[in-house]
């Protein structure tokens, strides 16, 4: 079991960045992959980026490909997702997920799939 906990999140104008932090406990983290995901005020949950285990495969979402990057230092027991060029519609609360299950490659950006989940952190990009 790993417990997650967010950080990083706040409030940016629009062609700034961030990044957010995912802290996660016990010693098998590093054995996890790992997802961002996010919600806008009276949306779902979308996907944003994910990476299994060892960093590699990555994936993200169209809307913010090139733009963020999912990456992870497993001595830290620490997942980041930098985020630059925000815009006004990547505001919202950005959590991080974990799962030790292994996925096909459509799955990562499937929030069922993951087992735990952060408390998530607040972006606020103003236009």
């Known amino acids: 079991q790993v417990h997650l906990v967010e950080s990083g999140g706040g409030l940016v104008q629009a062609g700034g960045s961030l990044r957010l932090s995912c802290v996660g406990s016990g010693r098998t983290f590093s054995s996890y992959s790992m997802g961002w995901f996010r919600q806008a005020p009276g949306k779902e949950r979308t996907f944003v980026a994910a990476m299994n285990w060892n960093g590699d495969p990555t994936y993200y979402a169209d809307s913010v490909k090139g733009r963020f990057t999912i990456s992870r230092d497993n001595a830290k027991n620490t997942g980041y997702l930098q985020m630059s060029r925000l815009k006004s519609e990547d505001t919202a609360i950005y959590y991080c997920?974990?799962?030790?299950?292994?996925?096909?490659?459509?799955?990562?950006?499937?929030?069922?799939?993951?087992?735990?989940w952060g408390q998530g952190t607040q972006v606020t990009v103003s236009s």
């Open positions: 997920a974990a799962t030790r299950s292994s996925m096909f490659r459509w799955e990562y950006g499937k929030s069922w799939k993951y087992d735990y």
